[in-house]
């Protein structure tokens, strides 16, 4: 019954949005039954619709989990997007220094390496660098927030633009590969890349970029679970989320929590660069996000901040966004925007359910701080 | 560094600053009131896409800028229900109409102009180059006297230090808070169809790009006070204004980085609001939905 109640709101919430989208759809001058039947017909084709909206929906778990830790302990983390991309760039260059030789876009051997370690090494040390550096970038919100009473949403949206600037700019000035026309940096070395799905899955096709990631996305839910629940740490993040008054009277120091379940979160967002590095796109690409951090934010709400809601809403938007591209191109008026459409309604009423529930209490942190 | 440079260094910062001060007033209206906006990078979006496409089709900017306005206070509205009447949290509700304007805009030129984002050019006759500048500086004067010697703006500070009292003294906290984003919706979309119709002559994809987030930096660097805000406004333009004339400009052989000239009013914002210059301190109910007590 409890599981009832839990399901109802966000199957409500995801129907509203459909509703209303559906309206958008109308009012454009196109179809909605037929939008609709393209964007989930496609999404749920096998093996191309399946293996990318699978694809899709990685990194949104790895978003989804940052963004409920972070809310478990009360904080809002709006800067996994930034995370994301210092942890991106970082686990490129550890791939790039560690990984020998490489073939560069003109077709010319080179080598930026100090060394080349073996794919043993370099890819758990890859993935290591990943969380570390996501980690450490969500941190610093913590600790400023913790010891300095500065707004955690205030300083990720901040922290969001330096990230964005300051990989730019390594980028740019530092890893590009002389005379490439695009903002990327130089090919990781081959022993980073992890394996495509498509090495284990008969009949995928080796097209569809879906790898090793979307398991250690699987992997990461039950960890969260595990840590949550299980741990002594999870525990105190959480009492310091539900009430952190009664934490601190119970002797957990909510400013350790704090920081603590930053870092966790940061390195949870961090490991989508894993996804995108190691296992697509095998270089740091400027600007490669598709706003995976925000679209987390629905996808913690939508999920309830548990790791199995979250697979499951995880799965949902990467399915809009897979379904998007036919949309795109098979109907007169409709573009792939719609997905933005929809997400921003999803979010809008499980914001306001929330409310209803009088769930105010997770959110106690938001009253005691500045902004 | 000769006098045109210099002249034209002023003239560009006060135009960067406008779309940045319109949008961080607007802000402060609503923060004032205790309600979280940092929505305002949608307003601007809807504010600048409304304004062009307006534009485009009736052929006056300023039928354009009052559809920008009113579109504005269009999105603001959503925030303002979502936030007053169904106490969403307030910072969730914001980034859904940041993420609900990306799509809306896009959505709305593919259907009408056949383009992915963008509406059609408008001829250089029908741009309002000055007028939104004129009126953001006016705003600055009006709004501290608004805000500091009416019983408008007194309610609207009680409603934001102290809705408690501010109800018990008959003030009307809903009342005053949907007035505030309201405000600040119409005054987003002034920012916004400045963009459009005034810096440029289109509405491109996500043209605001992040300039809604720095005005709501120069609110908090201007501690949520009108006048500290504008000079807030004026220093983060004239960064940009810097990062602009220095672009491909050589200093000893070295180019200067452009990413470090942008991110100074990120940095900036970061460090008044960990308290290491000076305190800013907040309205007090900021972030708190009201509820009436029984």
């Known amino acids: 019954m409890k599981l009832l109640r839990e399901l109802l709101f966000p199957l409500v919430a995801v129907a509203a949005a459909f509703v209303v989208g559906g309206i958008v759809v109308l009012l454009i001058g196109d ?135 300051l990989v730019s700019y390594f980028t740019q000035y530092h890893y590009k590969v002389p005379g490439d026309p695009i903002l990327q940096t130089a090919p990781i070395g081959a022993a980073a890349h992890i394996p495509r799905l498509s090495a284990f899955i008969p ?27 299980r741990t002594k740490w999870g525990y105190e993040i959480r009492a310091t989320g539900a009430n952190p008054t009664a934490a601190e009277y119970g002797g957990i120091s909510i400013r350790k929590q704090i920081v603590l379940a930053m870092a966790v979160s940061g390195g949870l967002a961090g490991m ?29 709400l939508l999920g309830r901040n548990h790791p199995v809601g979250i697979i499951f809403s995880a799965l949902l938007f990467g399915m809009l966004q897979r379904g ?48 | 560094m000769n006098e045109i440079f210099k002249l034209s260094l002023i003239f560009s910062t006060i135009r960067l600053s406008t779309p940045l001060l319109l949008a961080a007033l607007g802000g402060l209206y609503s923060e004032r009131a205790g309600v979280i906006n940092i929505a305002l990078e949608g307003l601007m979006l809807a504010g600048a896409f409304t304004a062009a496409a307006v534009t485009h089709y009736a052929g006056n900017p300023w039928i354009g800028l009052l559809a920008g306005i009113l579109a504005g206070m269009a999105v603001a509205s959503i925030h303002a229900v ?124 996500n043209m605001t790009s992040g300039r809604g987030f720095i005005a709501l930096a120069a609110l908090i660097f201007g501690k949520w ?11 983060f333009g004239f960064t940009e204004a810097i990062s602009i004339q220095l672009q491909g400009v050589k200093v000893g052989g070295e180019e200067i980085p452009n990413q470090f000239i942008q991110i100074i009013p990120y940095v900036l914002t970061i460090v008044v609001l960990a308290g290491f210059i000076g305190q800013a301190r907040a309205p007090r109910a900021l972030g708190m939905p009201y509820q009436k007590e029984r």
């Open chain 2, 225 to 235: 006070r009108p006048v500290q805000t504008m000079l807030a406004c004026l220093l």
């Open chain 1, 203 to 229: 009949g995928l096709p080796e097209s569809i970029p879906l790898n090793v990631a979307f398991i250690l996305a699987l992997l990461a839910c039950a960890l969260v679970y595990v840590f949550l629940w």
């Open chain 2, 82 to 205: 979502a936030c007053i009447r169904y106490k969403a949290d307030q910072v969730v509700s914001g980034t859904a109409i940041n993420i609900l304007m990306i799509g809306v805009p896009a959505l709305l030129s593919g259907a009408f102009f056949l383009s992915s984002g963008s509406t059609p050019q408008i001829p250089k006759d029908n741009l309002i180059p000055w007028t939104p500048v004129v009126i953001a500086f006016l705003l600055v004067p009006l709004t501290w006297y608004v805000l500091y010697r009416t019983p408008f703006g007194l309610r609207l500070r009680a409603v934001g230090e102290n809705p408690g009292a501010a109800d018990a003294a008959g003030v009307s906290v809903n009342g005053m808070r949907y007035a505030a984003v309201l405000l600040s919706g119409a005054l987003a979309g002034i920012g916004g169809a400045y963009l459009s119709i005034g810096q440029s002559s289109l509405f491109t994809r």
């Open chain 1, 272 to 300: 989508v660069g894993v996804n995108e590095v190691l296992g697509y796109h095998h270089r740091y690409y400027d600007s490669f996000s598709e706003n995976y951090g925000f679209t987390g934010i629905a996808v913690a």
């Open chain 1, 31 to 165: 179809d909605p039954i037929y939008t609709y039947k393209l964007l989930i017909g496609s999404a749920l084709s096998w093996p191309d619709g399946i293996g990318r909206t699978l694809f899709y929906a990685t990194p949104l778990i790895f978003t989804g989990l940052a963004v409920a830790v972070a809310f478990r302990c009360g904080l809002l983390n709006i800067g996994a997007e930034g995370q994301l991309y210092v942890a991106a760039f970082a686990t490129a260059w550890v791939s790039i220094k560690l990984g020998g030789t490489v073939v560069d876009v003109f077709g010319t051997p080179v080598n930026y390496s100090w060394a080349s370690l073996p794919a043993v090494l370099l890819v758990p040390l890859a993935i290591l660098t990943a969380i570390v550096v996501g980690g450490a970038w969500g941190a610093i919100a913590g600790y400023l927030k913790a010891y300095f009473g500065a707004h955690e949403v205030i300083t990720t949206i901040m922290l969001n633009f330096i990230a964005v600037a």
């Open chain 1, 324 to 371: 998007a591209i036919p949309v795109d191109a098979f109907t007169e008026h409709v573009s792939k925007d719609l997905v933005q459409v929809l997400q921003a309604i999803v979010i809008l009423f499980v914001a306001a359910e929330a409310a209803f529930r009088g769930s105010f209490g997770r959110f106690g942190l938001l009253k005691r701080s500045k902004v």
